[in-house]
């Protein structure tokens, strides 16, 4: 199997306050892993890839600062979206490869939904 | 960009088969043709990929022309289940995926 497992499912929370989201592989270890943010009726935008031990890549136009990323083992990362706005409310995804085969699959997990008020 | 183009929406009736098509006319020789889908609030679920051969899991066939600009996706007995947004993405390696608008496939009863 291949089972991404992200928590929460669902966020509110207050403008200025930070949201850690967390991202495991649950039967597998993740050579990298990805998050990806969904706006409504949009769809997916990669923000950033991570991989263990490492700084994470973030794409043109995403705020690292904003948006930090700790990837510290191979089954765990997380998004910690600092200072929130309700400009950042959305629908954050993570995904992740594993080694072998079928290693340029991405497994996705089931989608954080952060509201911001 | 995403490199393809697929039609914004789909309609099937339940129990038949879905055949999704997707164009990608400029999909180089180590690009592969990958079959995603995302269920309404859900996140996305691999379906298949292929590079040049016809490939079948439990899922779904992926059927790929000769001359690989275009492909199918062809879901053989289509559930309630399989309503869903489905996203065809052509990538070499373990390049980025990049997500297009799909094709919002509605199975009806």
């Known amino acids: 199997g291949a089972v991404v497992s992200q928590h929460p499912s669902w966020v509110i929370c207050k403008s200025g306050t930070s949201v850690k989201i967390e991202c495991r592989s649950l039967?597998?270890?993740?050579?990298?892993m990805f998050w990806y943010r969904q706006f409504p009726k949009q769809s997916l935008m990669l923000m950033a890839t991570?991989?263990?031990?490492?700084?994470?890549?973030?794409e043109q136009g995403v705020e690292k600062d904003k948006f930090l990323i700790n990837h510290a083992s191979l089954t765990l990362s997380t998004l910690t979206v600092t200072s929130a706005h309700p400009e950042d409310s959305s629908f954050y995804i993570c995904?992740?490869?594993?080694?072998?085969?079928?290693?340029?699959?991405?497994?996705f997990g089931a989608g954080t939904r952060l509201s911001v008020l | 960009d995403a490199k393809t183009t697929q039609p914004t929406s789909m309609d099937c009736a339940e129990g038949r088969a879905a055949n999704l098509p997707c164009n990608h006319s400029?999909?180089?020789?180590?690009?592969?043709v990958y079959w995603y889908r995302q269920i309404h609030s859900q996140g996305p679920q691999y379906i298949i990929h292929?590079?040049?051969n016809n490939e079948t899991n439990e899922m779904a066939s992926l059927i790929i022309t000769e001359d690989r600009k275009s492909s199918t996706l062809i879901l053989p007995h289509a559930t309630l289940r399989d309503t869903a947004v489905y996203y065809c993405?052509?990538?070499?390696?373990?390049?980025?995926?990049?997500f297009g608008q799909g094709t919002r496939l509605t199975i009806n009863p």
């Open positions: 995904s992740a490869t594993k080694a072998g085969i079928s290693k340029n699959i991405q497994y």
């Open positions: 039967d597998f270890q993740a050579t990298t």
């Open positions: 991570s991989n263990e031990g490492s700084k994470a890549t973030y």
């Open positions: 400029t999909i180089s020789g180590n690009e592969y």
């Open positions: 292929g590079l040049k």
């Open positions: 993405i052509v990538r070499e390696g373990a390049q980025k995926l990049v």
